[in-house]
């Protein structure tokens, strides 16, 4: 029989802990009891899993059906507030005392508003609104009590935050939801699960997961030797791994390689005080253009890397990051595999044949984002934090036209 690893996700932390080596089924089963004492869950599992596997069947029959008091197949993307609030009355009327997704990221962030809507005795649009960060947020709100376990098919790592981000349905805005919020105190990871996400959605979060390490390691602001070395740890695992995951679907162990990378990253980019960089920050304004959030990252991270480098920003964090990935031998077989001359090579340089060898978008035309976009993504950008706190700030909207002129 496998032998389960389970430890916390980070250190110094007791919540969220982690568990992988035996499957799914088995670990909610074993853990449903062990570690909560829960006897009646509310399932939400990604449609795209429930339609085309066995993945709800398997869980039912492991559990005990008499366990499963609820489920609910699929959500929308960007996590909308009609379905939080059918969700949430759904899992109030069966008292449900666990909540267990098995999907990507926006099922996390449901879940979480879920239990917080539920400890609020939320009911209404209305109600919704004063738990989330605006000027109608109320004071006293009550802390989540019914846990969360995720099973994630992704490498977008919301599953170890304590935030939410859910739409409102009529205007259409994304509102933020902060702590009290809690984020799933178990997060099982099982790479043959992992197995069955399309190439699109797992490589993709898994260049959002290395553009957390590589914006990281390049700051110039709040980074310390703890948060570089589980950068570099996860990086270690992560892009020798995304680019073994593209070459082999069969190989177990790079699923696994990724997703224990993701939550190093994770660690990294949330440790401190680090100020992350332009990626991140016109990234963000590029998803209400339809750009997934890892489909961000392999576009703008090459050219963000490229900008700073050439304004002097942070060229010496940048060659030890070039240094470190091309001493991978992974790594360096695609660059030579690629005719790439690595001496004449920066990091963008190295950055991009990676993301190219695993065939992920490189430019705004390749996700349908078309020049006559490129001034109103500009004059967004200068708005958000980490456009702020790029190595070179952006302040004017003729710096992130140069970023975008590279990708367009």
């Not at 992988?20 to 939400?44: C, K, L, Q, W």
């Not at 947020?137 to 935030?163: C, H, M, Q, W």
Request: glycine fraction near 8%; hydrophobic fraction near 40%; aromatic fraction near 4%.
């Amino acid at each position: 029989m496998s032998q389960e690893t389970v430890r916390p996700a980070f250190e110094g932390r007791e919540r969220p802990i982690i568990a992988h080596g035996v499957s799914f089924p088995t670990a909610v089963a074993r853990h449903t009891e062990d570690i909560f004492n829960a006897s009646r869950v509310y399932v939400i599992c990604s449609r795209t899993l429930a339609h085309t596997t066995e993945t709800l069947g398997r869980l039912t029959a492991t559990l005990g059906p008499d366990k499963v008091v609820g489920r609910r197949i699929g959500m929308k993307s960007h996590t909308l507030w009609s379905e939080v609030l059918e969700i949430t009355a759904e899992a109030r009327a069966a008292q449900a005392d666990l909540i267990l997704t098995i999907g990507a990221g926006s099922l996390t962030d449901g879940a979480k508003i879920i239990a917080l809507a539920l400890a609020n005795e939320i009911r209404t649009p209305e109600e919704l609104g004063t738990l989330a960060e605006g000027p109608n947020k109320r004071k006293d709100i009550k802390t989540p009590t019914v846990p969360i376990i995720s099973v994630p098919t992704s490498l977008s790592a919301g599953e170890y935050s304590n935030f939410a981000g859910g739409t409102e349905d009529s205007s259409k805005r994304k509102y933020s939801f902060q702590p009290p919020i809690r984020g799933p105190e178990l997060v099982i990871l099982d790479p043959e699960l992992a197995q069955t996400t399309p190439d699109s959605i797992w490589l993709s979060t898994g260049v959002r997961a290395v553009d957390h390490c590589i914006e990281t390691l390049c700051a110039v602001v709040g980074t310390t030797t703890s948060s570089d070395e589980l950068a570099q740890r996860a990086l270690s695992l992560l892009v020798p791994g995304l680019l073994r995951c593209k070459k082999d679907h069969a190989d177990r162990e790079a699923y696994l390689q990724c997703q224990l990378g993701s939550v190093e990253a994770m660690a990294a980019c949330t440790s401190g005080s680090i100020e992350l960089g332009a990626s991140h920050g016109i990234g963000h304004q590029l998803g209400p253009l339809g750009v997934g959030h890892g489909e961000t990252s392999c576009i703008l991270l090459p050219a963000v890397c490229k900008y700073n480098a050439k304004y002097n920003a942070n060229r010496d964090q940048q060659d030890k990051v070039r240094q470190f990935l091309i001493k991978d031998p992974v790594v360096s077989q695609v660059l030579r595999a690629r005719s790439l001359d690595v001496n004449a090579s920066d990091l963008g340089d190295i950055l991009d044949a990676i993301i190219r060898e695993l065939g992920m978008p490189r430019t705004l035309g390749d996700v349908r984002v078309g020049r006559d976009q490129l001034d109103g993504l500009a004059a967004n950008s200068l708005h958000d934090r980490w456009c702020k706190t790029n190595p070179v700030p952006l302040k004017e909207k003729s710096q992130v036209l140069e970023i975008l002129e590279m990708v367009v």
